[in-house]
Antibody, heavy 119, light 106 residues
Framework: EVQVVESGGAVVQPGGSLRLSCVVS????????MTWVRQAPGKGLEWVANIKEDSSEEYYVEPVKGRFVISRDNIKTSVYLEMNYLRAEDTAVYYC????????????WGQGTVVTVSP | SFGLTQPPSVSVSPGQTATISCSGD??????AYWYQQKPGQAPLMIIY???ERPSGIPDRFSGSSSGTTVTLTISGVQAEDEADYYCQSADIIGVVFGGGTRLTLL
């Protein structure tokens, strides 16, 4: 059984930083792109970033470019999201998900971790 | 990147058929994916590559594609299908989700 578990969510002040972690088990982690998706309270899903199997490519949604960094450790089967210069609009549930091998959809999701940016 | 447009809401009686559309200019060139999300839960993939159904997803869920529109069809809607549904696609530089459709049972 595939398990995806996020952690690291917290309440942080505007301008602050936070690092989210995601551990994947029961899955061939090193063969899959990984992604972060967020959902603001009462809103829809928004893709945030993804990273290739060997970390050679990363992509970000425009509002987080230059502030967020995605990384991964294939030995620890983990993916991370370093978030800097946080803004109120970054408040959301952050989901980690595995990407279907050879495709651009997301087949296994964690339960999410909550990030609240507030004074 | 490009946008995907879904109706905000769809209502249907139990046992009837629900259709949810998703439109986007890049859809003729890129696959679409569909997710179901119930309150307080993570999204669940229910259709991938326009028409394929992951194992464990009931066969009352089906997907189709025509030009710039993809469609999710739920045949014989059940009470447990009441949820938000999102389409998703991608291009070379990013991923995009539709705004979501809330399926409500009458």
């Amino acid at each position: 059984e595939v398990q995806v578990v996020e952690s690291g969510g917290a309440v942080v002040q505007p301008g602050g930083s936070l690092r989210l972690s995601c551990v994947v088990s029961g899955y061939t982690f090193s063969n899959s792109w990984m992604t972060w998706v967020r959902q603001a309270p009462g809103k829809g899903l928004e893709w945030v970033a993804n990273i290739k199997e060997d970390s050679s490519e990363e992509y970000y949604v425009e509002p987080v470019k230059g502030r967020f960094v995605i990384s991964r450790d294939n030995i620890k089967t983990s993916v991370y999201l370093e978030m800097n210069y946080l803004r109120a609009e970054d408040t959301a549930v952050y989901y980690c998900a595995t990407q279907i091998v050879g495709a651009l959809g997301f087949d296994h999701w964690g339960q999410g971790t909550v990030v609240t940016v507030s004074p | 990147s490009f946008g995907l447009t879904q109706p905000p809401s769809v209502s249907v009686s139990p046992g009837q058929t629900a259709t949810i559309s998703c439109s986007g200019d890049r859809l003729p060139k890129q696959y679409a994916y569909w997710y179901q999300q119930k309150p307080g839960q993570a999204p669940l993939m229910i259709i991938y590559k326009d028409t394929e159904r992951p194992s464990g997803i009931p066969d009352r869920f089906s997907g189709s594609s025509s030009g710039t529109t993809v469609t999710l069809t739920i045949s014989g809607v059940q009470a447990e299908d009441e949820a938000d549904y999102y389409c998703q696609s991608a291009d070379i530089i990013g991923v995009v989700f539709g705004g979501g459709t809330r399926l409500t049972l009458l």
